[in-house]
């Protein structure tokens, strides 16, 4: 019996596919144990978002939106931009769409 004969488990933990998961821009569930009773929502994506009260970058799939705190970081602006754009891209990816829910019926 070779070692392709031989029967291989893979072990890999919820939270290890879940990270994965949110590597690859697809949104889960925001608790581990969930992702059994969960199904895997659409594909996210960074868009520009204009509202009365708020100009700039959220996401597609909930109410999240970025905030940039404290002013540009840089000694040029394209480095300013850079480091603007690397957080907006970091904090995007790392955000949880079930803590930003949208709002059903906004009042006007």
């Known amino acids: 019996m070779s070692a392709l004969d031989t029967p291989q488990t893979a072990h890999f933990s919820i939270v290890s596919i879940r990270s994965v998961l949110v590597g690859l821009g697809v949104v889960v569930c925001a608790e581990p144990r969930q992702v059994g009773r969960c199904a895997l929502e659409t594909r996210r ?32 602006i394209d480095e300013m931009r850079r480091h603007y754009e690397e957080r907006c891209d970091k904090e995007f990816a790392s955000h949880v769409c079930a803590q930003h829910p949208r709002v059903k019926n906004p009042k006007r």
């Not at 520009?48 to 597609?60: A, Y």
């Open 45 to 76: 994506k960074l868009t520009w978002v204009e509202r009365r009260d708020f100009w700039g970058w959220g996401c597609s799939q909930c109410a999240w939106v970025f905030k940039m705190a404290g002013p540009p970081i840089g000694d040029s």
